[in-house]
């Protein structure tokens, strides 16, 4: 998790913004025949009918503490990030500004996904414009099986490429138990990094 990396973070006060930051959303939108909006989610938002369904849960809670509320309901109002982007406020603890930018990592990293996914451009190994990304796209198995514009510039497709070099030697028991280094099926950066990490342990021994 990525709070892990930073001591200081609160991790329950983090997933509790986690959890909560949406949660107006239950209201926000109607189900029954695709996504559409509530009459609540046009006039209030997901924002505001979150912060209201906390206030109605709190009442039933009468000795939580009013400096943590303050500070769940601050991550909700503030998880956008930027109040042209429709936060009421800007994160100003660390816990809001990582709830943030997770939330942003995890938004943009699913547009990403779909536009590569659901892109029709046949030709090349670039999708089309994204204007919610501000940039196109690599199909990066397309542009590492050859099949794009290096091919038809007369480079050899997958097909016609050598053989790939046999696997490299298994890492040090140590250096394969590390998390950063764990086995990813079909990844050829993997495969790079057990290659270097060999080579470096040779070289030292």
Same mark, same amino acid.
């Not at 990396?5 to 991790?11: C, E, G, L, V």
């Not at 991550?75 to 042209?84: D, F, N, R, V």
């Not at 290096?150 to 997958?158: D, K, Q």
């Given at each position: 998790? =990525?709070?892990? #990396?930073?001591?200081?973070?609160?991790?329950?006060?983090? @997933?509790?913004?986690?959890?909560?930051?949406?949660?107006?959303?239950?209201?926000?939108?109607?189900?029954?025949?695709?996504?559409?909006?509530?009459?609540?989610?046009?006039? +209030?938002?997901?924002?505001?009918?979150? +912060?209201?369904?906390? =206030?109605?849960?709190? %009442?039933?809670?009468?000795?939580?503490?009013?400096?943590?509320?303050? +500070?769940?309901?601050?991550?909700?109002?503030? #998880? #956008?990030?930027? !109040?042209?982007?429709?936060?009421?406020? @800007?994160? !100003?603890?660390?816990?809001?500004?990582?709830? #943030?930018?997770?939330?942003?990592?995890?938004?943009?990293?699913?547009?990403? %996904?779909?536009?590569?996914?659901?892109?029709?451009?046949?030709?090349?190994?670039?999708?089309?414009?994204?204007?919610?990304?501000? %940039?196109?796209? @690599?199909?990066?198995? %397309?542009?590492?099986?050859?099949?794009?514009?290096?091919?038809? =510039?007369?480079?050899?497709?997958?097909?016609?490429?050598?053989?790939?070099?046999?696997?490299?030697? =298994?890492?040090?028991?140590? +250096?394969?138990?590390?998390? @950063?280094?764990?086995?990813?099926?079909?990844?050829?950066?993997?495969?790079?990094?057990?290659?270097?990490?060999?080579?470096?342990?040779?070289?030292?021994?």
């Amino acid at each position: 998790m =990525a709070a892990q #990396h930073y001591p200081h973070i609160d991790r329950d006060l983090l @997933l509790a913004g986690v959890i909560l930051h949406d949660i107006g959303k239950i209201y926000e939108l109607n189900y029954e025949r695709g996504f559409s909006y509530s009459n609540d989610g046009q006039l +209030l938002g997901h924002i505001t009918i979150g +912060l209201r369904m906390i =206030a109605e849960k709190l %009442r039933g809670l009468p000795e939580f503490p009013a400096p943590l509320r303050s +500070l769940v309901e601050h991550m909700i109002l503030s #998880h #956008h990030g930027q !109040l042209e982007f429709g936060s009421p406020k @800007l994160p !100003l603890f660390p816990e809001a500004l990582m709830l #943030h930018y997770l939330d942003d990592l995890d938004s943009k990293m699913e547009c990403m %996904r779909a536009l590569i996914e659901n892109d029709r451009q046949v030709e090349g190994c670039f999708t089309t414009y994204s204007s919610a990304l501000e %940039r196109t796209a @690599l199909k990066k198995e %397309r542009y590492l099986n050859g099949n794009g514009a290096a091919a038809r =510039a007369g480079h050899p497709t997958a097909e016609a490429q050598p053989a790939p070099p046999p696997a490299a030697p =298994a890492a040090a028991p140590e +250096l394969a138990a590390h998390p @950063l280094f764990a086995a990813t099926p079909d990844s050829a950066f993997a495969d790079k990094l057990k290659q270097a990490l060999h080579a470096k342990q040779e070289s030292q021994s």
